[in-house]
């Protein structure tokens, strides 16, 4: 897939009040009408929130722990993207979808606002995964230096202006979490989050393996665990993203599989731009009970 001129370096476009990536927007009724099944189970995240590592667990505990089979194809055909598009050049993720058998698995990173009302109908299992936002912002500047399908981010310190004003891709990241935490009450949705991923994954895998309704055995999950650690994923040609077309995602400027830990914004935050933060975080996280490792 090569990316045409045409998308490149567009600049968000909303759907909705919600900036959203351009080539994504054409034909939005597609996203409103999409047909979910009962069998589906949803990744759901604010980008760069550890999306693609529970997908590829997810994956793995639907083939028991056959790691095998779960080499069998790219993450991003296993888990399409419900919203992903590109005019001309890739056919879009619902209609992927619709020709998938079930169970299907499906990625997006849409806000509660945006969510096809059918996985409501459907009463679909989904799978919340959510990380401290300094995190987020920093992996998300490097991603969309790397994306071609995203705006160029520009100088760092302007766009941690952009985060905090939610004008990035898919909105602002605290209605993001917060509109997702307080729907977990009403439906079946498995809130989880990186920072705990990162601190005892084995716990983490099993509350999913749990939510799934599997009983998996102990050697299942240990396998789990080493297939799905950042050093084998950053290895994975299934699972690094260096299978997509370098003038969709360029590699060379930052690996996709960058850092996966907790606290680079350290290296990137000055101690006003932390203040600054801290801040807006308190402002946005008041009033709710949801709160971040940072
Ligand atoms: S995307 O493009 O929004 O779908 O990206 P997403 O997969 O949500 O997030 C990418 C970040 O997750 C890190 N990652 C991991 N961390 C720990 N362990 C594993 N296995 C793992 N897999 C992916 C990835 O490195 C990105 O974070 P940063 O901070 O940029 O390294």
Known sequence: MELSSEWRRRDWTPVRGVPMICAFTPNWKRIDDFQAREEDIVIATYPKSGTTWMSEIVDVILSEGDTEKSARDTIYNKVPMLEFCVPGVVPPGSQILESLPSPRMIKTHLPVSLMPKSFWEKNC??????????????????????????????????????????????????????????????????????????????????????????????????????????????????????????????????????????????????????????????????????????
């Not at 790397?146 to 766009?159: C, I, K, S, V």
């Open 125 to 294: 299992k989904i799978i919340y995964v959510a990380r401290n936002p300094k995190d987020v912002a920093v992996s998300f500047y490097h991603f969309d230096k790397m994306n071609y399908l995203h705006p160029d981010p520009g100088p760092w310190e302007e766009y941690l202006e952009k985060f905090l004003q939610g004008v990035v891709g898919f909105g602002p990241w605290a209605a993001h979490v917060r509109d997702w935490w307080v729907l977990r009450q009403q439906r079946s949705i498995l809130y989880i989050f990186y920072e705990d991923m990162l601190e005892d994954p084995r716990r983490e895998i099993q509350k999913v393996i749990t939510f799934l309704g599997k009983d998996l055995s102990e050697e299942a999950l240990e396998k789990i665990c080493l297939h799905t650690s950042f050093k084998a994923m950053k290895e994975n040609p299934a699972t690094n993203y260096t299978t997509m077309s370098s003038t969709l995602m360029d590699q060379a400027v930052s690996p996709f599989m960058r850092k996966g830990i907790c606290g680079d914004w350290k290296n990137h935050f000055t101690v006003s731009q932390s203040k600054r933060f801290d801040e807006y975080y308190q402002r946005e996280m008041s009033g709710t009970d949801l709160s971040f490792c940072f």
